[in-house]
């Protein structure tokens, strides 16, 4: 649209001046170069700065209706308006509109997440006669780093991993320049003044295709890639990380070759092309792949490119095509993509660490030198009920805050064991961290550490109180503990429905069911089938699951046929056990120590049900990670199937026992199939009777057990059939990678805190 057509277009007023605040994600993603142009368009004068509060315009002009409503309809691809208010000013003497330096306040409230490359930029990438072609670091105010490289705030260069480059003399005068993409665009840089990456993309290719481990750096850390289609290279990098049967993730070029490997389907492709660029799970097409890539489950992750680097890497694969059509053809190359985390410790970030750590995985170490600040895993997400769901929330999402239902204290929480994640409150805004992983190792408590730290730092957040689980013994709660200020501690299945209250703005009663692994209740119990009433602080446990032995105690998780053999006992056919599982070592004495009642304590677990009907059935009796039999057992399933005599339910106990006898000697699809459709009916008709009598209609569903799509799904729809509310998460996982921002509301409601 040309200038004039676009007043001619509109209704001109009388000369009017406003003072216009704009409120958002509104600083750091191209914002004041957008009002700017937009002031050239509208003949409008005056000025626009960022403040402490977001952005504010003053602006005078007779076409002042217009700008406001092209402000809020042609926003930048990055920002996010929450709010406009405008004040009416009498008009003054203004001849030009200027992008002015900002003004008093605390500056910069907001870090974005990290973008992909945008539209533009691969279109320069692939341009010739640009002077960024092929240029591995390219990046505009739309697109990049962000969050990866900030130090701390104001979101400035001199506080990024970029300041150790200084700007050439073409990329000074686009960043000064308020018409330009590139103005104010922190990590600008081109080949003659940014960041060089240690290996040419062409020998990185040929690399991959002569079946090497390349360790690729990345925007949140280390990946390791190998070409997907070789089968010895995959099997070779699963031994190395020692990664038994857990799935790998690839990547492809673009959804048409996504499409060649995986049904993208119900919001699948929008999902994939998010600016978080995350692994999407979906079900693949039979065999495309070695098998060794996915064993055992019918669904991929797969993902598209994020970094010129990923870009280049395809484009080299196509044989350095002259024009772009190829980005939206179907390609040939498909790229496993695994973090870099040898053993389960965190992500390497370093070029330093890479060498050490990686250097027995990797045949090649590609490093470049824009240090990454801070670590972040790829997302991992999937579709439930037709939008999208979390199964890890990190890389593209955070720190992008929670809006809770109303303003709390400052308080910092910090998470569960296993998947732990922590969370600050400031306002109105939980920022939940990205995944930060299981506490288990010193790396990844020095991970967490690091994270406590650099979240309150760049929050500027004191808190006056700090939120932990009830477990004594968690790395985190000791270190809640020896931080010196009020402590709350939270059990851990509160924490999980109030997760998912505060995430959808709900601060009234309601019931929570928490499908879950693990969780210490009160008396040192082992919970993790519960039904709950929360009242943001107050809770009161209502229901559970009927309490199953688990031989040998935490153990079971690994080996799901002990949980086979614990139900046999628990249905009186304890003298079965030897026989059945003759093939597994100690069978015998799992057996006697059932009978005995030594060393099997009881939970009322869900995830310990999953894993009795895989026991039972004979699916993945020994685990090679967590969740490794639940998951091929969801996978099996193609149409649930109910029978209503497949539980008991008494006094707010739910029993399913009789579903588990009916899985013996059962065909494992079939048991599949029946396990998923009865728990779905049994778990229903349970929440349902304990609603009527609590008269709360709101039904907050939680526990790392929603992971499993045919439930979570089937649940959902059943409830809402029922006439009740249920609240599925979406904007965290369900399982403990949610439990800090939990902690936190539960906390917010401590009568001991001011506020
Ligand atoms: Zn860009
Ligand atoms: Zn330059």
């Known amino acids: 649209m040309t200038l004039v057509d676009s007043k001619a277009a509109v209704h001109s007023d009388p000369c009017r001046r406003w003072q216009i605040r704009v409120r958002g994600a509104v600083q750091g993603v191209g914002f004041r170069p957008f009002v700017y142009r937009l002031a050239q368009r509208f003949d409008v004068t005056g000025w626009v700065r960022n403040d402490?509060?977001?952005?504010?315009?003053?602006?005078?002009?007779?076409y002042l209706r217009a700008f406001l409503d092209a402000l809020r309809a042609e926003c930048?691809?990055?920002?996010?308006?929450d709010d406009i208010h405008c004040n009416d000013l009498a008009p003054t003497e203004q001849a030009s509109f200027l992008v002015v330096p900002s003004g008093q306040g605390k500056i910069s409230t907001v870090i974005n997440a990290d973008h992909p490359v945008c539209d533009d930029c691969v279109r320069e990438l692939f341009d010739a006669n640009n002077r960024r072609f092929l240029y591995p670091f390219i990046n505009c105010t739309n697109c990049g780093p962000r969050y990866t490289l900030t130090k701390k705030l104001p979101y400035d260069r001199v506080n990024t991993s970029m300041a150790q480059f200084s700007m050439c003399r073409h990329c000074a005068r686009e960043y000064q320049d308020p018409a330009d993409r590139r103005f104010h665009a922190e990590p600008i840089a081109c080949p003659s003044c940014g960041p060089t990456l240690g290996t040419d993309i062409a020998e990185i290719v040929s690399r991959i295709g002569a079946g090497e481990i390349v360790a690729l750096k990345g925007l949140g850390g280390f990946h390791l890639v190998?070409?997907?289609?070789?089968?010895?290279?995959?099997?070779r990098l699963r031994h190395l990380k020692q990664r038994d049967n857990k799935p790998f993730a690839v990547m492809l070029a673009n959804a048409a070759?996504?499409?060649?490997?995986?049904?993208?389907?119900?919001?699948?492709v929008a999902l994939l092309q998010h600016p978080a660029r995350p692994i999407v799970l979906a079900r693949r097409h039979a065999a495309r792949l070695p098998a060794a890539v996915a064993p055992d489950v019918p669904w991929l992750g797969i993902m598209l490119p994020y970094t010129p680097i990923h870009y280049l890497l395809f484009y080299d694969a196509a044989g350095c095509p002259r024009d772009t059509r190829w980005l939206l053809e179907a390609q040939d190359l498909v790229l496993v993509m695994t973090s870099a985390n040898p053993a389960g410790e965190p992500l390497v970030i370093d070029n330093a660490e890479a060498h050490q750590r990686l250097a027995g995985i990797a045949d090649h170490i590609v490093t470049h030198d824009r240090d990454i600040v801070i670590r972040a895993d790829d997302s991992v997400l999937r579709i439930i009920d037709g939008a999208p769901a979390f199964v890890r929330r990190a890389r593209g999402f955070v720190p992008e805050p929670i809006k809770l239902a109303r303003p709390v204290p400052p308080i910092l929480a910090v998470g569960a064991y296993l998947k732990n994640t922590i969370c600050v409150t400031r306002g109105r805004e939980a920022f939940v961290s990205q995944h930060i992983g299981d506490l288990d190792n010193v790396r990844a408590i020095h991970f967490f550490e690091e994270s406590v730290r650099h979240l309150l730092d760049i929050l500027a957040v004191e808190p006056c109180a700090v939120a932990h689980d009830l477990h004594p013994d968690f790395p985190s709660t000791r270190f809640a503990l020896d931080l010196g200020i009020s402590t709350v501690a939270v059990q851990h299945h509160h924490a999980h429905v109030a997760a998912v209250a505060a995430e959808h703005g709900v601060d009234e009663p309601c019931l929570g069911v928490a499908l879950d692994g693990f969780g210490l209740g009160p008396g040192a119990k082992n919970w993790g089938g519960e039904l709950l009433w929360v009242n943001g602080g107050q809770w009161r446990r209502v229901g559970h699951l009927k309490p199953l032995p688990q031989p040998g105690g935490d153990v079971v998780a690994r080996q799901p046929w002990r949980m086979g053999a614990a139900a046999l006992h628990a249905l009186g056919r304890g003298g079965e056990i030897a026989s059945r599982y003759h093939s597994q070592a100690g069978a015998a004495v799992i057996a006697q120590m059932l009978e005995n009642n030594v060393n099997t304590p009881l939970s009322s677990s869900c995830g310990?049900?999953?894993d009795a009907a895989c026991g039972l059935l004979g699916v993945v009796p020994e685990a090679g990670f967590e969740g490794h039999a639940p998951m091929v057992l969801e996978g099996l399933v193609s149409q649930p199937t109910a029978n209503r005599d497949g539980w008991r339910l008494a006094n707010g106990v739910l029993d399913l026992l009789p579903l588990l006898e009916q899985l013996i000697d059962q065909d494992a699809q079939y048991g599949a199939e029946l396990f998923h459709g009865t728990l779905i009916d049994a778990l229903t008709s349970w929440i349902q009777s304990i609603a009527m009598e609590s008269g709360c209609q709101v039904i907050a569903l939680s526990g790392g057990c929603l992971l499993n799509q045919v439930l979570a799904d089937g649940l959902l729809k059943s409830l809402q059939r029922s006439g009740l509310n249920p609240l599925l998460p979406r904007r965290l996982p369900?399982?403990?990678g949610a439990i800090s921002l939990g902690q936190a509301w539960v906390a917010a409601h401590d009568p001991g805190l001011a506020g």
């Not at 402490?52 to 007779?62: L, N, P, S």
């Not at 190998?226 to 099997?235: L, Q, T």
């Open 52 to 62: 402490g509060e977001g952005v504010m315009i003053d602006a005078q002009g007779r």
């Open 76 to 81: 930048p691809q990055l920002a996010r308006i």
């Open 257 to 268: 070759s996504a499409r060649r490997l995986v049904a993208l389907d119900g919001g699948a």
């Open 734 to 736: 369900p399982n403990d």
């Open 608 to 610: 310990r049900l999953f």
């Open 226 to 235: 190998c070409d997907a289609r070789n089968e010895s290279a995959v099997n």
